[in-house]
């Protein structure tokens, strides 16, 4: 079982930027593929972005191609999340995520996976 906590968010205005850390506990990180979600009030969980567990292969809900990347290094156990051109629509509690095994293309499923951190909360000014 993976344990992880979310940090980096916080207040910004538009059009700047942040990085989301996520960092996993225990010695098998690799062994998990990875997810970011967010979640605006009154709003179901919506994907974000999804990497495999090489970090070789990764997906993006469409409206956020060119502005968030996912990446992650296995040697800290973490997995990152760096958004820029933030838009007061990006405002919501952004999640990690991960599950085992292989890379299913219900990567943008929430329920694809297990185990989830707390959240951190990204609010974007206009």
């Known amino acids: 079982q993976v344990q992880l906590v979310e940090s980096g968010g916080g207040l910004v205005q538009a059009g700047g930027s942040l990085r989301l850390s996520c960092a996993a506990s225990g010695r098998t990180f690799s062994s998990y593929n990875m997810g970011w979600f967010r979640q605006a009030p009154g709003k179901e969980h919506e994907f974000v972005a999804a990497i495999n567990r090489s970090g070789g292969t990764t997906h993006y809900t469409d409206s956020l191609k060119g502005r968030f990347t996912i990446s992650r290094d296995n040697a800290k156990n973490t997995v990152y999340l760096q958004m820029n051109s933030l838009k007061p629509e990006d405002t919501a509690v952004y999640y990690c995520?991960?599950?085992?095994?292989?890379?299913?293309?219900?990567?943008?499923?929430?329920?694809?996976?297990?185990?989830w951190g707390q959240g951190t909360q990204v609010t974007v000014s206009s």
């Open positions: 995520a991960a599950r085992q095994g292989f890379y299913y293309s219900d990567y943008g499923r929430p329920t694809a996976y297990p185990y």
